[in-house]
């Protein structure tokens, strides 16, 4: 069955940096175009980035463009994000979750089949 674990998540002052982390199985993971959401204290979700089969194509939100890298390891079946600067706003919980084949929009819920349980990501000083 499909499983996506996340882990990496934790306490951070603002400025700094953390690498969050999500082991994808049972399924071709290289063939799948990801993305990381995240929910907010108030229970929002929020996409906030995609990537796409290969690695070499990589999307943002505004919020985080700038300040956050999404990278994949298809040797691996693990998904990565690099978080910089971060801020308070910025507390959540990280989801990963694989897009499905046919979808179109990268920042909307429906378009995800899959989503891991999360880590939560706090950033206060």
């Known amino acids: 069955q499909v499983q996506l674990v996340e882990s990496g998540g934790g306490l951070v002052q603002p400025g700094g940096s953390l690498r969050v982390s999500c082991a994808a199985s049972g399924f071709t993971f290289s063939t799948y175009y990801m993305s990381w959401v995240r929910q907010t204290p108030g229970k929002r979700l929020e996409w906030v980035s995609g990537?796409?089969?290969?690695?070499?194509?990589?999307y943002y939100s505004d919020s985080v463009k700038g300040r956050f890298t999404i990278s994949r390891d298809n040797a691996k079946n693990t998904l990565y994000l690099q978080m910089d600067s971060l801020k308070p706003e910025d507390t959540a919980l990280y989801y990963c979750?694989?897009?499905?084949?046919?979808?179109?929009?990268?920042?909307?819920?429906?378009?995800?089949?899959?989503w891991g349980q999360g880590t939560q990501v706090t950033v206060s000083s």
């Open positions: 979750a694989r897009k499905k084949r046919l979808s179109t929009l990268w920042g909307s819920i429906e378009s995800y089949d899959y």
């Open positions: 990537i796409n089969t290969g690695g070499g194509s990589t």
